[in-house]
């Protein structure tokens, strides 16, 4: 796979059509090393995200029919991964719902429409699928001009009560959330994994500087915060 690691990739400002397609199993390194790319240093010293992007693979929860990279000549330039995941209401009734993450588009090409084609493909292909609803937990200004709104509004909590900041909700079904009743979020324990494990496998790709960046900051507000 013709993909250059780091700051030798160059986006090409005569690159053609942006082409979404699923993830095959070819893609799977290509994409872990864009996705390491992507988060390196941007929410924490290093990053977690191309672990979870191993791990969830294998996971029962994976949903590999809605996962998606972005070519660009050949080039992969953007991934989009989900896992089920599920609403529950108050009497208990388990709905199954989609989830993504990690979204990521390598830094030499972002903010030119490859996130925003991934999110719409995927979105599509979930409504086809019959999923009522997409959830996520993520930066509320990646996600509300694609018409994420916040749990809260939505009647979704997490688990424990809490509505924080970044739990965002796609209605998919028309009306699905209308009615108003409560219901909490259980996301797939696909994204749960010790950090000692996240370490042993970043050691199989190139050595990258971990360092601190004020992202790290503004994103260790976003997780504290609930929304009123
Ligand atoms: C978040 C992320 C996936 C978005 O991907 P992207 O390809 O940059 O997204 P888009 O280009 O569709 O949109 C990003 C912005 O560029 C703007 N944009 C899109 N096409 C554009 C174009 N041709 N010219 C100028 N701006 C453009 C969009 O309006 C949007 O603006 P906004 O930030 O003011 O809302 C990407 O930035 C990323 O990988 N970030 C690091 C990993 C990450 O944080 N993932 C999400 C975890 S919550």
């Known amino acids: 796979m013709n993909i250059t690691i780091g700051n030798e990739y160059q986006a090409d400002p005569h690159a053609g059509e942006i082409k979404i397609r699923l993830e095959n199993e070819d893609d799977r390194y290509p994409v872990e090393v864009l996705t390491r790319e992507a988060f390196w240093n941007l929410y924490r010293p290093g990053c977690d995200e191309h672990y979870t992007a191993h791990v969830i693979r294998s996971h029962e929860d994976f949903l590999p029919d809605l996962t998606f990279v972005a070519e660009v000549d050949m080039q992969i330039v953007g991934s989009i991964m989900f896992t089920r995941s599920w609403v ?7 709905v199954e719902t989609a989830t993504f993450g990690p979204l990521c588009v390598h830094p030499a090409w972002q903010r030119r429409g490859v996130g925003s084609a991934l999110i719409e493909h995927a979105r599509k292909l979930a409504a086809q699928k ?18 994420f709104r916040t749990g809260k509004d939505m009647g979704v909590s997490m688990l424990d009560g809490r509505y924080p900041l970044g739990l965002l909700v796609l209605e998919l079904r028309p009306g699905f959330f209308a009615s108003g009743q409560p219901w909490k979020l259980q996301t797939s324990a696909a994204y749960e994994f010790e950090t000692a494990q996240v370490e042993a496998y970043d050691a199989r790709f190139p050595p990258k500087e971990k360092k601190f960046q004020y992202s790290q ?9 609930v929304v009123e």
């Open 88 to 94: 529950i209401d108050e009497l208990g009734k388990k």
């Open 217 to 225: 900051e503004l994103f260790s507000m976003l997780v504290r915060a």
């Open 130 to 147: 019959g999923y009522p609803a997409i959830l996520i937990l993520g930066d509320p200004h990646n996600y509300c001009r694609h018409g």
